[in-house]
């Protein structure tokens, strides 16, 4: 296992990381606006489970693999910041199953496997988490201890303040749908939550 005095200097870390406003919370925060938090919980499902697997890999050196293929990233970062970039452009419309149905419009909404999809797409074609956890776990692995131990430690702990910080992004575009929805601004709210997705999808393809 982990030391202790390690931990206690990797918990305020990663959670003063993982509270910053990037792709994953603002993502969160959309589909809780646009999806609720229930819904929103198989988006955190993928997130988690991609960001395991990255946090796996830089734990285990394959991320420093992946850094030197810049091609492979590539491919995942513009079918990534594609894909969201056109559920914004739908949710701006308030078209799509991600988008607030308008009152006169029925719309069948996004299935579970598309929402966990949409996070662990979000999770594992992002570069800067590769480097990010490259950069962040080796210093707090001691080599005269099993490896496992240690690395399964720092993840349950990466995925649980990540989970946490999920949430709390989730509820908030939750509390802006009821802000804005008892005023009858659901197509106003669709254009700030595909705006807000756009964004992430521009970010994730540029950044």
């Known amino acids: 296992m982990i030391k ?19 792709m994953c919370m603002t993502l969160s925060m959309v589909l809780g606006m646009t999806q609720g938090v229930k819904r929103t919980l198989w988006m955190m499902g993928g997130e988690l489970v ?3 697997l990255v ?22 970062k513009w079918l990534g ?3 969201l ?16 149905p308008l009152e006169s419009i029925e719309l069948a909404p996004a299935t579970r496997g598309q929402l966990a999809l949409q996070g662990f797409v979000t999770a594992v074609a992002n570069p800067k988490g590769w480097a990010f956890f490259v950069a962040l776990l080796p ?13 399964s430690a720092l993840i349950a702990v990466i995925l649980t303040i ?9 509820a908030g575009g939750r509390g802006l749908r009821r802000v804005l929805g008892e005023s009858g601004n659901v197509r106003l709210l669709n254009r700030i939550a595909g705006t807000l997705m756009v964004g992430v999808g521009l970010w ?3 950044g």
Do not use: N
């Not at 206690?8 to 959670?15: A, D, E, K, R, Y």
């Open 55 to 76: 946090a796996a890999a830089a734990g285990a050196g394959v991320a420093t693999l992946m850094l030197r293929q810049p091609g492979l990233f590539a491919v995942f």
């Open 81 to 83: 910041g594609a894909y």
């Open 204 to 206: 994730l393809a540029f």
């Open 162 to 170: 990540e989970f946490l910080s999920l949430l709390l992004y989730a």
């Open 50 to 52: 991609g960001v395991g």
């Open 4 to 22: 202790l005095s390690l931990l206690s200097v990797f918990l305020p870390t990663f959670l003063f990381v993982s509270l910053t406003p990037g």
């Open 139 to 151: 210093p707090f692995l001691d080599a005269s201890r099993p490896l496992a131990g240690q690395l």
């Open 85 to 100: 970039c056109y559920l914004g452009v739908m949710m701006w419309r308030s078209r799509g199953r991600m988008a607030i």
